[in-house]
């Protein structure tokens, strides 16, 4: 297993630092920084508090946790949120209810899990013509539902 080392810092003393549950997690958990209440269909910015500083050539991926997404019909809304290394703001979480009730977040909750990953960045090369393939141009179900 690789390791990268981010920098973090707490923006208000309340916060909770992310972390991993377990040893062998891709992805450390984020937690709300304050109470807040989702209403059904509708979306809010959860801010967490705290903001990183990534190694050049990473990225931070903002994913939804499954138990609030099976139990709650909560996700997050631009899965994956992207944090650029570059990026020295505050970490916020689009959530969206996707239930028929109105959702409470809490204060420490969990609320969505961070993932680091490596960044490659593409040379863009224009050409008159791209190769052939079998699939061609075929998707959206061109191999079946």
């Known amino acids: 297993m690789q390791s990268a080392k981010v920098k973090l ?21 984020l937690f709300a ?7 059904p269909g509708k979306t809010a910015l959860i801010g967490t508090g ?23 019909s909560i996700t997050v809304l631009n ?9 020295r703001g505050e970490i916020g979480v689009i959530l969206i209810n996707h239930g028929q009730e109105s959702f409470k977040v809490l204060k420490h909750m969990k609320i ?7 960044v490659i960045r593409a040379e863009l090369e224009e050409v008159d ?7 061609g141009a075929g998707g959206f179900g061109s191999t079946g539902v």
Do not use: C, N, W
């Open 129 to 135: 013509r791209l190769s052939d393939t079998i699939r």
């Open 112 to 118: 969505a899990q961070m993932v680091i990953v490596p």
């Open 50 to 72: 705290i903001a990183i500083e990534l190694p050049l050539g990473t990225e931070a991926q903002i994913r939804p946790r499954s138990g609030l997404a099976l139990k709650h």
């Open 79 to 87: 899965t994956p949120g992207t944090v650029d290394a570059g990026y």
């Open 9 to 29: 810092v707490k923006l208000v003393d309340s916060a909770k630092l992310p972390r991993y549950e377990h040893e062998d997690d891709s992805g450390l958990d």
């Open 33 to 39: 920084l304050e109470e807040q209440d989702i209403p």
